[in-house]
Protein backbone atom coordinates (compact mmCIF):
# COMPACT_ATOMS: atom_id res chain seq x y z
CA UNK A 1 0.00 0.00 0.00
CA UNK A 2 1.47 3.92 -1.20
CA UNK A 3 0.65 6.76 1.11
CA UNK A 4 0.80 10.31 -0.29
CA UNK A 5 0.86 13.24 1.86
CA UNK A 6 1.14 17.01 1.21
CA UNK A 7 4.20 17.85 2.69
CA UNK A 8 4.93 21.41 3.50
CA UNK A 9 8.32 23.50 3.29
CA UNK A 10 8.76 27.07 4.73
CA UNK A 11 11.75 28.92 4.93
CA UNK A 12 12.49 31.07 8.02
CA UNK A 13 15.48 33.54 8.38
CA UNK A 14 18.22 30.56 9.59
CA UNK A 15 15.80 27.04 9.72
CA UNK A 16 13.43 25.15 6.83
CA UNK A 17 10.47 24.06 8.58
CA UNK A 18 8.51 21.24 7.16
CA UNK A 19 4.80 19.75 8.44
CA UNK A 20 2.63 17.14 6.89
CA UNK A 21 -0.76 18.48 6.21
CA UNK A 22 -2.91 15.34 6.61
CA UNK A 23 -0.96 13.69 9.64
CA UNK A 24 -1.34 16.05 12.91
CA UNK A 25 2.25 15.85 15.06
CA UNK A 26 4.05 15.56 11.47
CA UNK A 27 6.10 18.69 11.99
CA UNK A 28 9.99 19.15 11.84
CA UNK A 29 12.82 21.65 11.25
CA UNK A 30 16.32 21.82 9.17
CA UNK A 31 18.69 24.17 8.79
CA UNK A 32 18.66 23.24 4.91
CA UNK A 33 15.48 21.95 2.69
CA UNK A 34 17.12 18.53 2.36
CA UNK A 35 17.72 18.13 6.00
CA UNK A 36 14.04 19.12 6.52
CA UNK A 37 12.66 16.46 3.80
CA UNK A 38 14.83 13.80 5.73
CA UNK A 39 13.58 14.74 9.19
CA UNK A 40 10.09 14.80 8.33
CA UNK A 41 10.16 11.50 6.10
CA UNK A 42 11.63 9.99 9.73
CA UNK A 43 9.25 11.75 11.64
CA UNK A 44 6.31 10.24 9.14
CA UNK A 45 7.69 6.79 9.41
CA UNK A 46 7.48 6.79 12.97
CA UNK A 47 4.14 8.50 13.15
CA UNK A 48 2.39 5.54 10.79
CA UNK A 49 4.37 3.15 12.62
CA UNK A 50 3.37 4.00 15.72
CA UNK A 51 -0.61 4.59 15.06
CA UNK A 52 -0.91 2.40 12.34
CA UNK A 53 0.90 -0.92 12.93
Do not use: C, H
Not at 29 to 41: S, V
Request: charged share 30%; proline share 4%; aromatic share 12%.
Amino acid sequence: MENRFTAVFQKTDKWWIAFVEELPGANTQGETIDEARENLKEAVERILKSNYP
